[in-house]
């Protein structure tokens, strides 16, 4: 079954810091979406990512916020300058061809310190 | 616009006992429906899905789900529940007509007591 990769599976960092998450979705697939997760809320939809532009973006994913594709195959989440309400399990997924739901990855573990 | 409300935050059910996560949506168009299960600190694993076929849906773990379109309902069952259905369950719609975008519910935590 494909799988959709995502690293590192757990990061801490301090306040004002950037991280990049990375995440290898499944090959071929156009589009790629990031989630977020807050501990004990909802996931939110983060970005919709189409042929190498930014598809959707929510309200949350502001000018801190950027996605990237730099090789081709591998996708990055990048958030500059973090706070302490970033912490959250964050889920890239591929979906699995129109109307067949996403295939999620396990997710990145973010704590802002 | 689509949403999805999770009518229960919290479900309790002793082992061996029926199991019901109840969902209802909204949307403008023919929706998809999912339902997904997240094990603590792990990731989202598809359940099942329903995309206008049969409206009764099987999934894995002897879960299955019910589309009703007049109720605008997509309730997740299963007869017997086991010690390892316990997680928070996530219905889900998707807007076929806006590239898939899917739209998670609050979330159902199951709790199974032994």
């Known amino acids: 079954e494909p799988e959709v990769t995502q690293t590192p599976s757990h990061q801490v960092t301090q306040m004002g810091q950037e991280v990049i998450l990375r995440c290898v979705p499944i090959?071929?697939?156009?589009?790629f979406y990031w989630y977020r997760q807050i501990l004990g809320q909802k996931v939110e939809f983060l970005v919709s990512?189409?042929?190498?532009?930014?598809?959707?973006k929510s309200e949350i994913f502001d000018d801190q916020f950027s996605v990237e594709r730099p090789d081709g195959s591998n996708f990055t989440l990048k958030i500059r300058s973090t706070k302490l309400e970033d912490s959250a399990m964050y889920f890239c997924?591929?979906?699995?061809?129109?109307?067949?739901?996403?295939?999620f990855g396990s997710g990145t573990r973010l704590t802002v310190v | 616009a689509q949403s999805v409300t999770q009518l229960d935050s919290h479900v309790s059910v002793s082992e061996g006992t029926p199991v019901l996560l109840r969902c209802n949506y909204s949307?403008?168009?023919?929706?998809?429906l999912f339902w997904y299960v997240q094990h603590p600190n792990k990731g989202l694993q598809l359940l099942l899905k329903?995309?206008?076929?049969?409206?009764l849906v099987k999934g894995i773990n002897g879960f299955e789900a019910e589309f009703k379109k007049s109720e605008t309902s997509f309730h997740l069952t299963k007869p017997s529940a086991h010690m390892s259905d316990a997680a928070e369950y996530f219905c889900?719609?998707?807007?076929?007509?806006?590239?898939?975008?899917?739209?998670f519910g609050k979330g159902t935590r199951l709790h199974i007591l032994p």
């Open positions: 090959s071929n697939h156009l589009y």
């Open positions: 990512f189409y042929n190498n532009e930014i598809s959707e």
């Open positions: 949307s403008s168009y023919s929706p998809s």
């Open positions: 997924a591929s979906p699995g061809g129109r109307g067949y739901g996403y295939t």
């Open positions: 889900v719609v998707s807007d076929l007509s806006r590239d898939d975008k899917i739209i």
């Open positions: 329903y995309t206008s076929a049969a409206t």
